[in-house]
C-alpha cells in the first residue's frame, strides 16, 4: 500500500485538503434520509476494502499532518493527555494493540519484532526507530499511551471498568467535538454523556454501557458520530472554544460550502487483555460541504437529513447558528431522488 502523506495545516491558513480518494472513501454517517440517536454498534472486523472499516487503525493521507497538529496541541496544553495512576497497565496494553495492528496491517510503514519483553518499533512516516522494553516505562521517552497516541489518529479515551460502569481514568484528546478531558478525567459513563439532549429519556446510554461492558477481547465493535464544524480545525476543544466559536460567524452564503465541514468519528471498542479495559479510539474525520457533494447520494441525504433535525440536536451538533445557509446551498444539490439504503455511495 502507498500512501502520500498530505503536507498541510488544521489552523492558521487551514491547507486541509481531500484527495479524490479520500472524499471517496469518507465515512458518510448516514444509513437513511433522517437522524436520530441509536446505538448503532457493529463488529469491527474489517470492511469493505479501500473503506476506514478495512483495517483496524485506519490510516490515511492525513496521518503525518495529524500527528504534527497533535504535537502542537500538547505543547500547548499538556494536560490533554492524562492517566490516572492504575491506568498505566491499561497504556501497555493499548501500545501492543496498536503496534501489532499497525504492523500487521501496514507493513510497509510500520514494523515491530518482540523477542520477549525486548521490543524494536519502527515508525517509518515519522522516522521513529525505538528499542524498548515492554511494561518498563522508563525506556520510553514517556508513558506508554502518550507514546503510542502520539503515534496513532484519533482520539483515545482509556475506560477502566469497575461497579458496574466504565470509567474515563485515561486518554489522548486533542481532536474532540467540544468535551474535556480535563474535565472529564474520573467521570464515569453516564456522567461524560450528560450533556446530550433527548438521550437520557430515550434510555439510549443505558443500553449503549450494556453492550459495552461485555465487549469481549478479541471481539471489538464500531459505530459512527457526527457533528459539523467551521473549517477544517482538529482542536475544537472547550479550552480553546475562544479561537474557533466565533469562526461561526464568518459563513456566508458565498463560502459555506467550502468552510463549513461535516465531521465524522470513527468509534471503536476493544477489550485490553491484561487490565481488562476498554480502549475507546474516537478517529475524527473531515470533508467541506463543497467536496461531500460531489458524491449526488451524500448531497440528497445531508440536506435532507440536517433540514428535518430537530432544533435542539441542531444546537448540540454545533450548527444551529448557520443552519439556514447551510440547508439553503444542499438544497442545490437534492432532485428529490430516492437515495438507496446503506452509508456508501451508488
Not at 19 to 28: T, V
Not at 34 to 58: C, I
Not at 207 to 216: M, T
Not at 297 to 313: A, F, N
Request: one cysteine or more; charged letters at 25%; hydrophobic letters at 40%.
Amino acid at each position: 500500500m502507498t500512501i502520500q502523506f498530505n503536507d498541510e495545516t488544521f489552523r492558521d491558513d487551514y491547507t486541509f485538503r481531500n484527495s479524490a480518494e479520500a472524499i471517496r472513501r469518507f465515512p458518510f454517517p448516514f444509513d437513511r434520509d433522517s437522524y436520530m440517536y441509536s446505538v448503532n454498534m457493529e463488529p469491527h472486523k474489517g470492511g469493505r476494502e479501500g473503506s476506514p472499516f478495512e483495517k483496524r487503525f485506519d490510516v490515511d493521507e492525513h496521518y503525518v499532518a495529524e500527528m504534527r497538529d497533535r504535537a502542537i496541541t500538547l505543547t500547548e496544553d499538556p494536560l490533554r493527555c492524562q492517566s490516572l495512576p492504575h491506568m498505566e497497565l491499561a497504556g501497555w496494553d493499548l501500545l501492543d494493540l496498536i503496534m501489532q495492528s499497525k504492523a500487521e496491517d501496514y507493513p510497509d510503514l510500520f514494523s515491530l519484532q518482540r523477542d520477549g519483553n525486548q521490543w524494536h518499533w519502527i515508525n517509518r512516516p515519522l522516522g521513529i526507530d525505538q528499542r524498548f522494553t515492554f511494561l518498563d516505562a522508563t525506556t520510553l521517552p514517556c508513558g506508554p499511551m502518550e507514546y503510542i497516541t502520539r503515534q496513532a489518529q484519533g482520539d483515545f479515551a482509556v475506560l477502566d471498568q469497575r461497579e458496574g460502569n466504565l470509567w474515563m481514568d485515561a486518554g489522548m484528546v486533542t481532536s474532540q467535538a467540544d468535551w474535556s478531558l480535563d474535565f472529564d478525567i474520573g467521570m464515569n459513563f453516564f456522567e461524560w454523556h450528560a450533556p446530550v439532549p433527548r438521550a437520557a429519556e430515550m434510555g439510549v446510554f443505558q443500553r449503549a454501557l450494556k453492550f459495552l461492558l461485555n465487549v469481549q477481547q478479541g471481539s471489538p465493535a464500531r459505530r459512527l458520530n457526527w457533528t459539523m464544524t467551521v473549517n477544517p480545525r482538529l482542536d475544537t476543544s472547550p479550552e480553546n472554544y475562544h479561537k474557533w466559536g466565533p469562526e461561526k460567524r464568518t459563513i456566508t452564503p458565498e463560502n459555506v460550502g467550502k468552510k463549513q465541514f461535516l465531521r465524522v468519528e470513527l468509534q471503536t471498542f476493544w477489550r485490553l487483555p491484561r487490565s481488562n479495559a476498554l480502549a475507546f479510539p474516537i478517529r475524527c474525520y473531515l470533508i467541506s460541504l463543497e467536496d461531500l457533494v460531489t458524491v449526488p447520494k451524500w448531497g440528497r441525504r445531508l440536506h435532507r437529513v440536517l433540514r428535518d433535525l430537530p432544533e435542539d440536536l441542531a444546537a448540540y451538533k454545533g450548527f444551529a447558528v448557520n443552519r439556514p445557509m447551510i440547508v439553503d446551498y444542499l438544497a442545490r444539490f437534492d432532485d428529490g431522488a430516492e437515495t438507496s439504503p446503506g452509508i456508501f455511495a451508488d
